[in-house]
């Protein structure tokens, strides 16, 4: 019997590799066929990503809305600010524009100005029939005239839904069917139909329209991540390669990399396939990022070839000690990488859970690829030329381990009061940062998408959906006069906020009914009194054309009304405190023994979602360090250690957090990201130089400062390759047109950058300054795993 992960484990590895290299490769490309397959069960995500957790009670509240009043998201509006647009021949094309949209299934009703309606009093019968505004066609300027006064100085229940009588600005409002929404039926729409007739509209009649709401804008997000995924897999490889062969000089070596990081991507697409996940914004990530991780793999196990190859002359011999020697520390490093993003799988949202899963298997993925095909191609090809070796000799390398010897011999006060006051500097920075849930932050901002959510919010003041729902535990309560005026206190509430639009809800009906009943005189847009109620109601009641404007805001035992508003998109702190006024608001104006208002909506549940992640996430880094602590101390079996192994990569996480603050980069979800998986990563290169660092202390009998420099001799190259090809790797993301994306890259770039110098530096410098309590025989006991197994100049024919 061997122990797992002992010297005869990878004995008998290496020979089981070496010796069935042929049945191994065929074994690969089956498996690599095999989940190719499964990539038609990919697909990209037609719903919104949910922040959330299905049980959250958030969620509850707001999936209790869809049932009473069905889904909200489904609006969508054009528009156009262009006084051209009221001449005869435009808006005749405008008007017949809109209304060719009820052609298609997929839409459930258009509200344009060509459709709206006038209550008109009748008084003979006793109720309000309605007349359009516009009957036929416009014929004449006249008929224009008369139309903008009407519209812009009469009625008011239209104002800022479907025009702003200030700016003149013109939108008609399409309703997606409810059903249709989350399906792709809401793509082929929006990309096949919707857009090819607004840029047809356009050309014709030289109109710059205007497109948002929540189905147009997911379409158009959805379509950049798709774009981005390609774009980041090729300037992943085109910027990792050049890297790798700017290393090496080696057009042999740099392709069996691509060979191996291809093959890794394509088993990741797999694994998301036989999973059945959605493409989403995380999961659209990983592809790039086991380029970026798996290269580094190849770093180390090439390296150590050439380095074998060129201090013994022996192919088959270097091969062996590529894997029993490099294997075990690899392992144990992706394994580390790998837990760093299995962390968010013990997060209940759903998005990070998948993110979690697919990330952390695909790394442990990507290291059995590179352990089997590097060394099994390395077979069949011929022993390296001179010039594949050169790099090993180059002086700058050399020169650049000479300096960081150097400074940890000469100027290790030096780099303790760096540490001292950058910790210092950091944590004042720390202080500094803001948390943010926008929504369109960390979108495409030059996209013309993000440009139309602008514009409509400069017009009508958002596009986010928020909602009130009204229980008021009776049927038929919502009628109610009393009702109605609590109502409209809260209505009054939302218009004076400037983040909010005017609401729309049974209020501005009952108002309208007023005016009708008054003929129309906008003075009379207001709720009626007591004593005008049962006159109106009456109206109202025998008007069978109310009936479907009322289904849009009160439900059919008249228990639940709704108040809907749309929001500016603003940061999370600013939502805090418009969700409190207008909270307080509620328990001020419905009594709690009488009413249930409950807040939901689009816009409170991605506020609501961004704090949930950031409070998951913050745990999720915890149980990150923990969890590598854990494996530290098992591998060196050693506390002291930990502490030690600790410092230098916590380091680096608080200056980056405190570079976030200074430089304004808020806590959202893709940016609080940064923590787990740069910190998943940099203890990497700890685990490299404590290992070689134990195995150097047992070969020089115990001697600290010779046992710390050979580490930092034999370390520092491959730790500097890797790290630079980590750190041009992951800014690769930097080239997104998605905000949060660009900061991820940025961020854990900047991160892996300290995290090597922290290493290379500090961690050296802590050993020789400690090393009477940790540099013993007793503090460092015999490994539960030998990550670098002692060197041995036996060899074995694995071609046998």
């Given at each position: 019997m061997f122990k797992l992960f002992s010297k005869d484990f990878w004995d008998i590895t290496a020979r089981l590799i070496l010796r069935n290299k042929i049945i191994i490769l065929i074994g690969i490309i089956i498996a690599t066929y095999l989940l190719s397959t499964q990539w038609d069960n990919m697909r990209f995500s037609n719903t919104e990503a949910n922040l959330l957790p299905d049980d959250h009670e958030e969620n509850i509240t707001y999936n209790n809305f869809l049932k009473t009043f069905g889904e909200e998201g489904n609006l969508i509006i054009i528009g156009v600010k262009d006084s051209s647009l009221f001449e005869v021949k435009k808006l005749n094309a405008w008007n017949k524009f809109c209304n060719e949209f009820n052609n298609y299934d997929e839409v459930e009703s258009v509200i344009s100005i060509k459709e709206l309606q006038k209550l008109i009093k009748n008084t003979s019968e006793e109720k309000f029939n309605l007349e359009p505004f516009i009957k036929d066609s416009i014929t004449s300027i006249a008929q224009i005239e008369k139309l903008q006064k009407e519209l812009f100085n009469q009625y008011p229940f239209y104002d800022n839904f479907l025009f702003n009588s200030k700016t003149k600005t013109i939108r008609t409002a399409i309703y997606f069917e409810k059903s249709l929404v989350n399906t792709s039926a809401r793509k082929e729409f929006v990309l096949n139909v919707l857009e090819p007739k607004i840029k047809s509209f356009e050309t014709d009649y030289n109109l710059d329209v205007r497109v948002s709401g929540m189905p147009y804008i997911r379409t158009k997000n959805s379509e950049n991540i798709i774009g981005e995924i390609s774009k980041f897999v090729l300037a992943a490889l085109i910027v990792t390669s050049l890297i790798f062969f700017f290393f090496f000089r080696s057009f042999r070596a740099t392709f069996i990399s691509l060979i191996v990081v291809c093959?890794?991507?394509?088993?990741?697409?797999?694994?998301?396939?036989?999973?059945?996940?959605?493409?989403?914004?995380?999961?659209?990530?990983?592809?790039?990022?086991?380029?970026?991780?798996?290269?580094?793999?190849?770093?180390?196990?090439?390296?150590?070839?050439?380095?074998?190859?060129?201090?013994?002359?022996?192919?088959?011999?270097?091969?062996?000690?590529?894997?029993?020697?490099?294997?075990?520390?690899?392992?144990?490093?992706?394994?580390?990488?790998?837990?760093?993003?299995?962390?968010?799988?013990?997060?209940?949202?759903?998005?990070?859970?998948?993110?979690?899963?697919?990330?952390?298997?695909?790394?442990?993925?990507?290291?059995?690829?590179?352990?089997?095909?590097?060394?099994?191609?390395?077979?069949?090809?011929?022993?390296?030329?001179?010039?594949?070796?050169?790099?090993?000799?180059?002086?700058?390398?050399?020169?650049?381990?000479?300096?960081?010897?150097?400074?940890?011999?000469?100027?290790?006060?030096?780099?303790?009061?760096?540490?001292?006051?950058?910790?210092?500097?950091?944590?004042?920075?720390?202080?500094?940062?803001?948390?943010?849930?926008?929504?369109?932050?960390?979108?495409?901002?030059?996209?013309?998408?993000?440009?139309?959510?602008?514009?409509?919010?400069?017009?009508?003041?958002?596009?986010?959906?928020?909602?009130f729902m009204i229980d008021t535990k009776r049927k038929k309560g919502v009628m109610k006069l009393s009702t109605l005026k609590r109502m409209n206190e809260l209505e009054d509430l939302i218009i004076e906020i400037p983040e909010l639009s005017r609401p729309i809800s049974v209020v501005s009906l009952v108002k309208y009914s007023k005016q009708a009943y008054y003929n129309g005189n906008p003075k009379f847009y207001q709720l009626p009194s007591s004593q005008e109620n049962s006159f109106i109601l009456s109206y109202a009641k025998n008007s069978s054309s109310n009936v479907d404007l009322l289904n849009n805001f009160v439900d059919s035992t008249s228990q639940y009304a709704r108040i809907t508003t749309f929001m500016k998109d603003v940061g999370t702190d600013k939502m805090e405190r418009i969700e409190e006024n207008l909270q307080n608001k509620i328990d001020k104006v419905f009594p709690k023994e009488r009413y249930s208002v409950t807040m939901t909506g689009k816009a409170l549940m991605f506020q609501k979602g961004t704090k949930y992640l950031v409070k998951n996430l913050a745990i999720s880094l915890s149980l990150a360090i923990l969890l590598i602590s854990l494996f530290m101390a098992y591998m060196f079996r050693s506390g002291r250690m930990i502490i030690v192994s600790l410092i230098p990569n916590l380091l680096p996480l608080l200056v980056t957090a405190g570079l976030m603050g200074y430089i304004g980069v808020p806590i959202k979800p893709s940016t609080i990201l940064v923590f787990s998986i740069a910190f998943g990563i940099s203890v990497d290169d700890t685990i490299h130089f404590l290992a070689k660092y134990r195995q150097e202390l047992q070969a020089n009998n115990w001697k600290i400062k010779v046992s710390v420099y050979g580490a930092l001799r034999e370390t520092g190259v491959s730790m500097f390759y890797t790290s630079i090809v980590l750190f041009f790797g992951f800014s690769v993301f930097t080239i997104s047109s998605f905000g949060g994306t660009v900061a991820l890259g940025a961020l854990v770039s900047a991160t892996l950058l300290f995290a090597m110098l922290s290493n290379l530096l500090l961690l050296p410098s802590l050993l020789l300054s400690l090393e009477r309590s940790i540099a013993n025989k007793e503090v460092l006991k015999e490994p539960s795993i030998n990550i670098i197994p002692e060197e041995d100049d036996s060899e074995e024919d694995f071609n046998k």
């Open positions: 093959i890794g991507v394509m088993w990741t697409l797999g694994i998301i396939g036989i999973l059945n996940y959605e493409i989403t914004v995380l999961t659209a990530l990983i592809p790039p990022l086991i380029i970026v991780i798996g290269i580094p793999n190849c770093i180390f196990l090439i390296n150590k070839y050439q380095h074998e190859v060129k201090l013994h002359g022996n192919k088959v011999k270097s091969l062996q000690r590529v894997i029993t020697k490099i294997g075990n520390a690899t392992l144990m490093t992706n394994v580390t990488t790998a837990s760093g993003f299995a962390t968010f799988i013990l997060t209940e949202s759903k998005l990070l859970k998948e993110f979690g899963i697919v990330a952390s298997l695909s790394i442990l993925a990507i290291f059995i690829l590179c352990l089997l095909i590097i060394p099994i191609i390395y077979t069949f090809l011929p022993f390296p030329k001179d010039r594949h070796l050169e790099h090993l000799n180059k002086r700058w390398i050399g020169g650049f381990v000479n300096w960081m010897e150097w400074m940890v011999k000469q100027k290790r006060i030096a780099i303790y009061a760096t540490s001292v006051i950058l910790l210092i500097v950091s944590i004042i920075g720390i202080y500094q940062i803001k948390t943010s849930g926008n929504l369109i932050e960390d979108m495409p901002q030059e996209s013309p998408f993000v440009n139309d959510i602008r514009f409509f919010e400069e017009e009508f003041n958002g596009i986010m959906p928020l909602e």
